[in-house]
């Protein structure tokens, strides 16, 4: 990304909102809490990047952004984060391009924030969150979409008692049979550590199918619950991550938390299973499952 905006400079694109601070940035978005209509709401900037030489590329990349946007406005499941009032459209700072929109703002802290303070969830709250991610799945599948990113940073545990946890950001959706767009089909999309294995297949995105979600929902929780990332490993080049991701079996959870229900447990790892037939494949019979635990 180009030098970031200063708040000064996003503030005089929004004269109907007054920014309060920036709250989160990272890949290409930076997101600020700000004050709309006496209502707090997320403004978040998208930064496209464009090639000089090539002006499909900017076209490219702010159609994947009207498709995250898109796909947010069919949604209806309480977790998955809404969109707010200022409706998207493009901005241009200092010469760079943007998308700029709000969505609501949601009170509380991402699984990520909560991990680096060394929480350590009891098993109402893991089953709390697997079934508010089911949940989102369940609401992405009715429009063939698959999110590709479930992870602790992109999920917030709110203080709002009717949807405790959240899903954030589908800037990597992927509608099944639907167009692509993007130029590169062989890069491999999400983040390092928590990318499903079936990613590093070649031509991965002719089998893609929503067990990949699946597989991120049980990793994500499985680092909730125990604190650690199997993959994540300091110092190592990422191809031996990767290599790692396809072949290496992470411990059991019971034995990272020998206080859980066994049952409960082996679901978590269940998710995890390398190859997808391998995990459950009927949300409705996983949300009974984890009710009777």
Known sequence: MQRKPNLAEVNAAIPEAELLKEIGSGGFKIVYKASISNQTEAIKLVYLPKDENDETVLEENRRRVFR??????????PYIVKLGSIEPRPLEIQSNSYVLYS?????????????????????EEILELLACMLGAVQNLMQFRVIHRDIKPGNIIKTTLSDR??????????????????????????????????????????????????????????????????????????????????????????????????????????????????????????????????
């Not at 995250?68 to 499941?77: F, G, Q, T, V, Y």
């Open 103 to 123: 969505e609501e703002f949601l009170p509380g802290d991402s699984l990520q924030q909560l991990l680096g303070s060394g929480h350590r969830p009891a098993k």
């Open 164 to 293: 405790p946890f959240v899903l954030l950001d589908l800037g990597l959706a992927f509608a099944v049979g639907g167009s692509r767009i993007t130029r590169d089909s062989q890069k491999i999309p999400g983040t390092l550590y928590y990318i499903a294995p079936e990613m590093l297949e070649m031509n991965f995105r002719q089998n893609l199918d929503f067990r990949a979600d699946l597989y991120t929902i049980g990793l994500t929780i499985y680092e909730y619950a125990s604190g650690i990332n199997p993959y994540a490993r300091r110092q190592e080049d990422q191809f031996t991550t990767l290599y790692r991701i396809k072949n290496y079996k992470p411990k059991p959870l019971n034995q990272l938390r020998t206080d859980l229900p066994t049952d409960m447990c082996n679901l978590i790892d269940q998710l995890m299973r390398k190859i997808p037939a391998l995990r459950p494949a009927n949300i409705d019979q996983l949300l009974k499952r984890q009710e009777a635990f």
């Open 68 to 77: 995250e946007l898109d796909i947010l406005a069919k949604c209806d499941s």
